[in-house]
């Protein structure tokens, strides 16, 4: 008797769509520069690695919740970069970087078949992901209203929201986010709100700390309950290798995501934590990592204008949302044709089809010869 194996019913992973126009990038003379993910590709801190070192010695299993010293690193960040008040230790959990946890998410909060995932018209993929591994329905919800009359099975369990959003880097405001707010507490919705870019936020006088959270005060009257705010360091300390993220918010739902992941062994390494909260207690290098991608930004906004491309939104985060106002993958092929490998909006959604993905996570080196080419 043979076995019959069955996947998760899931799409064809995106990014494999790429591979024909990957390869004609990479046979242009002077090279590919690869703009279509966003990977760092500098450095990680001195300070960072240092303090991965000095807790190599680590012999024993850690601990699911995380350390003491790690979540009071989160506490102290989102008071001092964010303008939170009120969180604690108890309201913060490490986690494996932000990507398994947007997957993970609605498993762990026990949504099953039959229940609503509320995710953004033009969204990460993994929103969408972790609704299906949950055997869940993700359900496009950019305004309140789109959602149409609410009854018991059409009200989202869980509501994702993204600002600086990728890929389109929209920041969302603070009325906006109070109206979310108080109609997920009137509909007993938990809104999880993806902030990884909150740091890089270049619009005029900004840097970091005006990006609203959803556990600010101003947005949620300094009250935690049913939200939760999914973080990553991957972005703004080059800490993609380490996994290092954390989702803070609600102490009771905190709690409840502790409990699965403690059975299912989804734990961060104690020296990745050690690095996490040494990471967190030092603003320099998050400044010196913002400057770099300011300058390439600076440069990549002007060649692309220049090749015709109109840029929308794009006040935040790592990417330019950009279209010619035709089919994205047009435009992707075109941009292969010089040696550029960008993102096709499709990607993210049919809202995207029209646009592409400019990452500015490449070397300063192949940032100038993308601009060069266009």
């Not at 790429?18 to 990038?25: C, E, Q, S, T, V």
């Not at 920041?171 to 009137?186: T, Y």
Request: contains cysteine; glycine residues 10%; aromatic residues 6%.
């Amino acid at each position: 008797m043979t076995l019959t194996v069955r996947g998760l019913d899931l799409p064809d992973f995106p990014w494999d769509s790429l591979a024909p126009h990957k390869a004609r990038a990479v046979a242009h003379p002077g090279g590919i520069v690869d703009l279509s993910v966003g990977t760092p590709v500098d450095r990680t801190p001195e300070v960072v690695r240092r303090a991965l070192a000095e807790a190599a010695d680590a012999p024993g299993y850690p601990l699911t919740v995380g350390t003491t010293d790690v979540r009071e690193a989160v506490v102290e960040w989102f008071a001092r970069r964010r303008g939170v008040a009120g969180l604690t230790t108890d309201g913060v959990l490490p986690t494996i970087g932000s990507k398994e946890l947007v997957a993970w998410l609605p498993t762990l909060l026990g949504l099953r078949a039959g229940d609503v995932v509320g995710i953004p018209a033009v969204a990460y993929p993994t929103y969408d992901i972790g609704a299906r591994i949950a055997g869940a329905t993700s359900v496009v919800a950019q305004s309140l209203t789109s959602l149409g009359p609410l009854t018991a099975s059409t009200t989202p369990k869980l509501l994702w929201l993204n600002s600086p959003g990728n890929p389109n880097g929209q920041v969302l405001g603070v009325d906006h986010l109070r109206k979310v707010v108080d109609w997920a507490r009137e509909h007993g919705v938990v809104v999880a709100s993806d902030e990884c870019y909150a740091e890089l936020d270049w619009r005029e006088g900004q840097s970091g700390t005006a990006t609203p959270s959803i556990l600010h005060p101003d947005v949620c009257g300094g009250d935690h309950t049913s939200l939760l705010a999914v973080y990553s360091l991957s972005k703004q300390s080059n800490l993609a290798g380490y996994r290092a993220g954390f989702v803070a918010g609600d102490p009771a739902i905190v709690a409840t995501i502790l409990e699965v992941r403690k059975h299912a062994g989804m734990i961060m390494p104690t020296p990745v934590q050690h690095a996490m909260a040494v990471a967190l207690r030092d603003d320099a290098h998050v400044q010196s990592q913002r400057a770099a991608y300011a300058s390439r930004r600076e440069q990549l906004v002007a060649a692309v204008t220049r090749a015709g491309l109109r840029i929308d939104h794009s006040e935040a985060g790592l990417y330019l949302w950009a279209t010619r106002e035709e089919d994205c993958w047009t435009t992707v092929s075109e941009f292969a044709d010089r040696g550029i490998l960008v993102a096709p909006g499709a990607f993210y959604g049919a809202a995207g089809a029209r646009h592409v993905r400019i990452a500015l996570t490449a070397t300063d080196e192949r940032i100038a010869a993308a601009c060069e080419r266009l």
